[in-house]
């Protein structure tokens, strides 16, 4: 009885599979996205329930929480997601909050960049919408080149350059403002300014 010779395609098949896996080892480029979208930066720390609070001669300012937050220390910066900023007052009483989809915070002068379904709400009932905003820290200064509105006691305000305290109790407009006013009556009146 001879034997049967062997047929060869199982090992063939085995050895092209087996260089296939190798050449798409080789492109798959091995390095990681960072959450800045980049291919070419990783965080040097990441962390979960992040908590930043910033302090004058022991009173609080302001507090940041986010979900998640990595810092990038060649370029001084964390970057965060999912963020809340409670403001305070000279009592050091909580007076807005500001939510956003994700932030940016320079290390050295802790100014914010808020990005992404922003919200300022004060807790004298005052609320303010944007894009995208920016947070001075030395000045105590919110700022925005977005379109922004701003709802206050049934009044509507809205344009771009805008410019604000935390509070929202000084707030302007550069252009491109339209506002909405209920007046006592109830009636609706609607203002518009063109662009300077």
Not at 92 to 106: K, P
Request: proline share 4%; hydrophobic share 35%.
């Amino acid at each position: 009885m001879s034997a049967r010779p062997r047929d060869p395609f199982p090992r063939f098949a085995a050895l092209v599979a087996f260089t296939c896996a190798l050449v798409l080892a080789g492109c798959s480029g091995g390095r990681k996205a960072s959450p800045t979208g980049s291919s070419t930066e990783l965080p040097d720390q990441e962390v979960t329930d992040f908590v930043l609070t910033e302090t004058d001669q022991g009173r609080p300012q302001w507090t940041l929480y986010a979900r998640y937050a990595a810092t990038y220390t060649a370029r001084n910066v964390v970057v965060s997601r999912d963020i809340r900023v409670d403001f305070f007052d000279d009592k050091g009483a909580r007076s807005s909050e500001l939510t956003a989809r994700e932030g940016e915070i320079q290390q050295q002068t802790r100014d914010m960049t808020a990005r992404g379904n922003v919200v300022l709400q004060t807790t004298e009932g005052t609320r303010m919408t944007s894009q995208e905003i920016r947070f001075s820290n030395d000045k105590q200064l919110i700022t925005s080149d977005q379109l922004v509105r701003v709802e206050r006691a049934g009044d509507t305000l809205a344009g771009v350059g805008f410019s604000s305290d935390p509070d929202l109790r000084h707030f302007e407009f550069k252009s491109r403002v339209n506002a909405t006013v209920r007046p006592k009556s109830g009636a609706l009146i609607e203002a518009g300014k063109g662009a300077k």
